[in-house]
Nanobody, 126 residues
Framework: QVQLVESGGGLVQAGGSLRLSCAAVSEPNFSRYAMGWFRQAPGKERDLVAGIAWNGDSTWYTDSAKGRFTISRDNAKNMVYLQMNTLKPEDTAIYYC??????????????????WGQGTQVTVSS
């Protein structure tokens, strides 16, 4: 059974940085699928923050993450990362790693992602 295990969340002051990591355990076909990082704040929907295609050649970011966040992957290690810089209080949320049903980023809704991690809390203080 495929598992996605996130790490790297925590408490940081505004302007600081965090790097989230996601390990895909027991997934021999990791390199065939696009991956994404979603986040969900209290009372809000779970939204895609960043996505990366199967080979890493294509990425997508929500507007608020552009220029501050960078998604990357290492298919040899079954890992995906989210580097978050210049963090703001509005970035506070639970962040989830997710595996797409597809190899590219054409479909970006939560329903288009088949496997989810347990989430890691990111809290940005002002």
């Amino acid at each position: 059974q495929v598992q996605l295990v996130e790490s790297g969340g925590g408490l940081v002051q505004a302007g600081g940085s965090l790097r989230l990591s996601c390990a895909a355990v027991s997934e021999p076909n990791f390199s065939r699928y696009a991956m994404g990082w979603f986040r969900q704040a209290p009372g809000k929907e779970r939204d895609l923050v960043a996505g990366i295609a199967w080979n890493g050649d294509s990425t997508w970011y929500t507007d608020s993450a552009k220029g501050r966040f960078t998604i990357s992957r290492d298919n040899a290690k079954n890992m995906v990362y989210l580097q978050m810089n210049t963090l703001k209080p509005e970035d506070t949320a639970i962040y989830y790693c997710a595996k797409s049903r597809y190899y590219n980023l054409k479909y970006r809704a939560a329903a288009d992602f088949a496997t989810w991690g347990q989430g890691t809390q990111v809290t940005v203080s002002s």
